[in-house]
Nanobody, 126 residues
Framework: QVQLVESGGGLVQAGGSLRLSCAASGRTFFSSYAMGWFRQAPGKEREFVAAISRSGTSTIYADSVKGRFTISRDNAKNTVYLQMNSLKPEDTAVYYC??????????????????WGQGTQVTVSS
């Protein structure tokens, strides 16, 4: 079992920045998982935000966050990060990190993720 715990959410004004962290623990070979960030706004489906490959050499982003968000990981610390800049009110959501062992081509598919964190709230005021 792998436990994922997100932190770093909060309330920020539009144009501001936040850095989310997701720490993995338990029976984990962290570097064996591709890691993703998803978000879910009230009344909406959970949607893909960003993902990073096992080694960290490949990343992919949703069009809505491209150029504003950066995903990174530190395999020595079993942690993945999401740096969020130029935040907009429409970025308001609960943000979840997740781990998957499927093919890299499947990282956009939330059903392919095996482990999920509990989520952290991000609220962007206008």
């Amino acid at each position: 079992q792998v436990q994922l715990v997100e932190s770093g959410g909060g309330l920020v004004q539009a144009g501001g920045s936040l850095r989310l962290s997701c720490a993995a623990s338990g029976r984990t070979f962290f570097s064996s998982y591709a890691m993703g960030w998803f978000r879910q706004a009230p009344g909406k489906e959970r949607e893909f935000v960003a993902a990073i490959s096992r080694s960290g050499t490949s990343t992919i982003y949703a069009d809505s966050v491209k150029g504003r968000f950066t995903i990174s990981r530190d395999n020595a610390k079993n942690t993945v990060y999401l740096q969020m800049n130029s935040l907009k009110p429409e970025d308001t959501a609960v943000y979840y990190c997740a781990a998957q062992t499927s093919a890299w081509t499947r990282v956009l598919v939330k059903e392919e993720y095996r482990y999920w964190g509990q989520g952290t709230q991000v609220t962007v005021s206008s």
